[in-house]
Structures are given as structure tokens and as C-alpha cells.
């Protein structure tokens, strides 16, 4: 089965660190560019971070900067997404989506991302 599985979410309290994990099942990443979005209840999902496929660009939107890190092991199919600083406004859903080769600027088009993860919660107390 074709599948993105996010793992390492949890409850952490304000100023604590978590590391997500996006792992390929079934497919290799070795060609794809991973986005990492999250949605917070009543909100609309948001990008995160991105990393291409081959280069190692990232990008990050300017609520994680400097606090997320996200990197990829294409030996192990995961690409990971590092945080630290958290707070509460970064409680929601994480998901993390593949697209091939670049990313694209967090576009959430219906026929941007060729896999979606299932999503994982990422609750920070205060």
C-alpha cells in the first residue's frame, strides 16, 4: 500500500520540543519534495515547511522560523520535522504531504500532492 505515515506527536508543554516523522511505505522519497501542513481547529490548514527532493532546500513559513527544522534521511524514507519553542498556537494537526521533485509554495490545489499522510495531534499546553 501507497501510503505517508506521520508518527511523534503528543502532548508537550509550552517551550518543549517534539520531532515528527513522515515516513514512505510502499514508495521511495527519493523523488519527492515533502510539505509538512497543519490545521488547527476552526482554522484552515497552513504550510509548514518544505524540502525538496534532491538539493535540501527548505523553506519555512514565518511562524516556524527559527524554531522548526526540517530535514529528510532518504536511507530510512523519512523526512523528520524538528520542533522546538513550541507554543500553543502551534497546537493542531500535522500532516505531511509528497509531491515530486519541488516544492511549491504550499499550494493546496486538489491535484498538488500525490500522497497525504493521515495526520498526527500536536497539543501544547500553556
Known amino acids: 500500500q501507497l501510503q505517508l505515515v506521520e508518527s511523534g506527536g503528543g502532548l508537550v508543554e509550552f517551550g518543549g520540543s517534539l520531532r515528527l516523522s513522515c515516513a514512505a511505505s510502499?514508495?521511495?522519497?527519493?523523488?519527492?519534495?515533502i510539505t509538512w501542513f497543519r490545521q488547527a481547529p476552526g482554522k484552515e490548514r497552513e504550510g509548514v515547511s518544505c524540502?525538496?527532493?534532491?538539493?535540501?532546500?527548505?523553506d519555512y513559513a514565518d511562524s516556524v522560523k527559527g524554531r522548526f527544522t526540517i530535514s529528510r534521511d532518504n536511507a530510512k524514507n523519512t523526512v523528520y520535522l524538528q520542533m522546538n519553542s513550541l507554543k500553543p498556537e502551534d497546537t493542531a494537526v500535522y500532516y505531511c504531504?509528497?509531491?515530486?521533485?519541488?516544492?511549491?509554495?504550499?499550494?493546496?490545489?486538489?491535484?498538488?500532492?500525490?500522497?497525504w499522510g493521515q495526520g498526527t495531534q500536536v497539543t501544547v499546553s500553556s
Open positions: 504531504a509528497a509531491q515530486l521533485y519541488y516544492c511549491s509554495g504550499y499550494v493546496q490545489t486538489r491535484y498538488e500532492y500525490d500522497y
Open positions: 524540502i525538496n527532493s534532491s538539493d535540501g532546500i527548505t
Open positions: 510502499g514508495f521511495t522519497l527519493d523523488y519527492y519534495a
